[in-house]
């Protein structure tokens, strides 16, 4: 964590540095995360119980650095964290936070174009017409829909369109009107092709036959999450992004996704489940890209692969514009909501230091 995660690499000499030599040993970014599990087991599920949680990063473990070897280190040595009040609550304590130190918010608008003049960014235009006058510009939303949307057309928004992109998710948010205590906060479903069910999403870019598939019942860990004697229950299905060919059929691989995961939970004797339901939330990558803006509707921006990582990651400032920052998924450190507040920190300090603010 401190050599690598919470280091901003600015200059290419911090990354490849001699000092960073017994990193290549101690974190095996060149060994190949599945095949490094081999050297410590023999069983494919226990192989796959100990790399399925590259998905969190949008990563197949047969192409994952050996490093993401730290998420399954991380999830039995510190254990899963749940916020309490659920995972907008973090949002809203740090809105609070912001609007404590006099941050002004402006909502239900976006930003259609950041102004450019030389060198230098000098603020936003919102698609609401109104114009907001910037010192400097601090950009959230995911680097390459920044880079190909909202500045004037370069080289960069190009070299966007050749990089590698994360997986997605078709999701399911049910509401429904009976509790089922049988089933736990957390339910993994691995796929018995694991390999294949990679493939299929890396580089089909395709729903499995059989996917593997993640269930979550936040009612179990937080009564607040549904009303007496109800239950709410997440449902996601890692599948490959956005191919912009425009052949994938979203409405037939969602619908061929919720009876995936309604036959998975009939097998935990769940199979009421459909007759249930009171109501329902989806999203596809379709949704993804209109709703967030992620590009390619890759659920975890940039992808993670060793040549997008680190100082190889977009950096937190623009090479040509000197007041434009970026934060979030697809620069250094990545995705995860821990991971793009640690970026949050990087830019943040560097602001400060650049703009001489603060002591
Ligand atoms: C189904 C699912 C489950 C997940 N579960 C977890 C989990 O349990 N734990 C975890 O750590 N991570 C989880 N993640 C990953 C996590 O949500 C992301 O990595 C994280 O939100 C990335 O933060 P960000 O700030 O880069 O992007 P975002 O959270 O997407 O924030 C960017 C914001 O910019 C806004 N925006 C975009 N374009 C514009 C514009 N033009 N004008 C104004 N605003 C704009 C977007 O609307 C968005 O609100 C999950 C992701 C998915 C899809």
């Not at 019942?217 to 890692?238: F, H, K, N, Q, Y």
């Amino acid at each position: 964590m401190e050599k690598l995660v919470n280091r901003d690499f600015r200059r290419a000499s911090e990354f490849f540095s001699p000092v960073n030599l017994p990193l290549l040993y101690q974190i095996k970014p060149l060994a190949k995360h599945y095949d490094h599990m081999a050297r410590y087991f023999d069983q494919p599920r226990l192989k796959a119980a100990f790399t399925f949680q590259d998905v969190y990063m949008g990563l197949s473990p047969f192409e994952a650095p050996a490093t993401f070897s730290m998420m399954p280190y991380t999830e039995l040595a510190h254990g899963v964290w749940y916020p309490r009040g659920g995972m907008y609550r973090i949002v809203e304590s740090l809105v609070e936070l912001a609007q404590a130190a006099g941050v002004e918010f402006v909502y239900g608008t976006a930003v259609a174009q950041i102004i450019t003049q030389g060198k230098a960014v000098r603020g936003v235009v919102l698609a609401d017409g109104r114009t907001l006058q910037a010192d400097a510009i601090v950009a959230n939303a995911d680097l390459p829909y920044v880079y190909q949307n909202l500045l004037p057309p370069n080289g960069i928004a190009g070299q966007m369109k050749r990089k590698r992109y994360s997986c997605s998710v078709i999701s399911f948010f049910w509401g429904v009107d009976k509790t089922y205590p049988e089933l736990p906060p957390h339910t993994l479903f691995l796929a018995d092709d694991y390999r294949g069910n990679f493939d299929s999403i890396i580089n089909d870019l395709a729903l499995p036959q059989t996917p593997s598939l993640y269930i979550h019942a936040p009612a179990r860990l937080d009564s607040a999450m549904a009303p007496p004697g109800e239950d709410t229950i997440t449902a996601i299905v890692p599948v490959g992004h956005l191919d912009e060919t425009g052949e994938q059929d979203w409405p037939a691989m969602r619908a061929q996704a919720r009876q995936i995961v309604f036959d998975r939970l009939a097998g935990l004797g769940m199979g009421d489940l459909p007759a249930h339901i009171k109501f329902e939330v989806n999203y596809t990558p379709l949704s993804w890209r209109k709703r967030y803006n992620l590009v390619k509707g890759a659920t975890h921006g940039l992808g993670h692969n060793l040549t997008q990582l680190g100082y190889l990651r977009p950096h937190n400032r623009d090479a040509h514009y000197h007041n434009l920052y970026f934060v979030g998924a697809s620069t250094h450190p990545g995705t995860g909501v821990p991971t793009a507040l640690v970026s949050a920190r990087h830019t943040a300090v560097r602001l400060l230091e650049e703009l001489e603010i603060g002591d």
